[in-house]
Structures are given as C-alpha cells and as structure tokens.
C-alpha cells in the first residue's frame, strides 16, 4: 500500500493547529478512517515538542486521557515558534477514488488551505526524507 503525505506549516499559530488536528479527528470518526489517516504534529522547541507527542498520544487511541494531557499542553505551546503537521493517507489499491477525493478535500478546507499545503506522492523526490520523517516524530 503507497502513502501520499501532506504538510502544513501552520509557523506559530497554534490554534489553528488544533482546529486542524480537530478537524481530522472528527473526519476519522464519521468517515471510519482509523488506520487510513494518520497525523503528527512537529514543533520546533522542545516544551512545544512535548505537546505534539501528547497530541499524537490523543490520535493514537488515547481517548479521555489524550484529550486533557493536549488541553494541558496548549498553553505551555503558545510560546513556542513553529508548528507543522504531517498527514498520512494510506489507501488500499481498490480506493483510489477514496483517496484522490481525501486528497483534493483536506488542502482545499480551512484550516488547511492557509497553512501552505504541500502533497508528497510515492514517485516524488522527497517522498522518502518525508516518510522517514514522518516514522521519527512520536
């Protein structure tokens, strides 16, 4: 199964970051995307790399726990520089129609669409660099 990753660099705005990772849990939900949508957040400093491991926690399964350990996370990250979150679709080979509207729909919406897109297809040239990254981040 090929994974076509997107990137958002979302510089400092937190918030938006939140409303981001928000919104892809809601679409995780209602759509049954659990293992098909992936997402981690990567900050530049250390007390805000804490918060993206706690968010990632949240993605995970974390569900009631999650949910306070990034409430708790948000207002120590509000000092730090820059946030940018990476997104996995991973698609079976029979949902390539699936995937090509996943992929038309998440940089088209808010708060997506502000936060410089970029979409990485396993024939580019930087897919692996971003793939590695990707698997490194908690």
């Known amino acids: 199964m ?11 705005d937190e918030e938006k ?6 919104k892809l849990e809601v679409w995780k939900q209602a759509f049954r995307l659990d293992k098909k949508l992936l997402y981690k957040f990567e900050r530049s400093n250390d007390v805000a ?12 399964g974390a569900k009631g726990k ?11 990250s509000k000092e730090n520089g820059k946030v940018q979150l990476l ?3 991973g698609f079976s080979g029979h949902e390539k ?6 992929v038309e729909r998440i940089p088209a919406e808010e708060p997506f669409a502000s936060a410089s897109p970029v979409t990485v297809k396993p024939d580019d040239s930087q897919f692996e660099d971003t793939e590695k990254r990707f698997e490194e981040l908690e």
């Open 87 to 89: 997104v996995r679709l």
């Open 17 to 22: 970051a939140q409303l981001a990772r928000h």
């Open 2 to 12: 090929a994974h076509i990753y997107m990137h958002f660099d979302f510089a400092a």
């Open 97 to 102: 129609i699936t995937e090509h509207r996943w």
């Open 49 to 60: 790399s804490t918060g993206g491991s706690e968010a990632t926690e949240h993605h995970e």
């Open 66 to 76: 999650g949910k306070s350990k990034t409430a708790a996370a948000k207002p120590a």
